[in-house]
């Protein structure tokens, strides 16, 4: 039984540069990077952004809704 083990994200033998090495990918406050754990290759991985849902600006300054000042007519009891 092989259970366990979450989802590791490397690669054998996928190293660009020492050709053998595992490259993992990993994640620091500055992104995400890919990394040999063999012969210390480093590479930031550039493309990979996070999406962030921020609401754009609408529905703003549109004058609707306001109240009318009472002008002209004054209503009075
Ligand atoms: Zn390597």
Request: charged letters at 30%; glycine letters at 18%.
């Amino acid at each position: 039984m092989n259970k366990g083990g979450g989802p590791k994200m490397l690669r054998p033998k996928s190293c660009p540069r020492c050709k053998t090495g595992d490259v993992g990918v990993d994640k620091d406050h500055h992104g995400w990077y890919e990394f040999c754990i063999q012969c210390g290759y480093l590479r930031d991985l550039i493309g990979v952004i996070e999406v962030e849902t921020k609401p754009s600006g609408q529905a703003k300054g549109r004058g609707r809704g306001s109240r009318t000042s009472g002008k002209g007519k004054s209503k009075y009891a």
